[in-house]
């Protein structure tokens, strides 16, 4: 969205025909170098910084888990990598291995549930909600895990609609919010 607002505000107003044209294609008023270049750079840079943070706490602890908590960051630069190219099957297999990544780490090693706890359904011992709530919450995890390949790629390839493009992003924001708030509540 940012760089979307960006592009706006730099541009002629009143639009011109070829921004308004630009707007129906890529539901912003962006060039194709700014979609191609800064979007994909933009969003990068929070993987980019968490796998940063993750090395220096490697280095610092010699810690074992933070090598694989870089791991996932490295997986979801990937997709940023991959989705501006022309590939569809690359981005799928990437977008596939960073969603079952984060999938498992959210569960394992964030929520703190081992194999036994969640799949063979033992007693959850000190947890602060029954076996049935953690299922719930796991595949609810694995879904909106899987949409925010979405918001890596032009809304334009999923509808020609600029409503629809507008409610897309809409409910993709809010999917993301609320498995970040089932996250920090688990």
Excluded at 41 to 46: G, H, I, V
Excluded at 60 to 72: A, F, I, M, P, S
Excluded at 93 to 110: C, P
């Amino acid at each position: 969205d940012v760089p979307a607002a960006v592009c706006y505000l730099l541009s002629h107003h009143p639009q011109e025909e070829e921004v308004v044209q630009r707007f129906i294609m890529n539901g912003d008023s962006c060039s194709a170098g700014t979609h191609r270049w800064v979007v994909p750079f933009l969003a990068a840079l929070p993987f980019w910084f968490r796998a940063l943070q993750c090395c220096r706490r490697w280095v610092d602890t010699k810690e074992q888990r933070h090598l694989w908590n870089l791991g996932k960051y490295l997986c979801s630069l990937m997709v940023v990598i991959v989705s501006r190219t022309e590939s569809t099957m690359l981005l799928v297999a990437v977008s596939t291995t960073a969603t079952l990544y984060a999938f498992f780490w959210d569960v394992g090693l964030d929520w703190g549930l081992s194999y036994k706890e969640l799949w063979l359904r033992f007693d959850l011992t000190g947890r602060q909600f029954p076996v049935k709530a953690y299922w719930l919450c796991s595949l609810l995890d694995i879904f909106a895990r899987s949409t925010w390949v979405f918001t890596l790629m032009p809304t334009s390839v999923v509808t020609g609609n600029i409503v629809v493009r507008v409610i897309l992003v809409s409910v993709m924001s809010s999917i993301e919010i609320i498995r970040r708030s089932m996250w920090a509540v688990l």
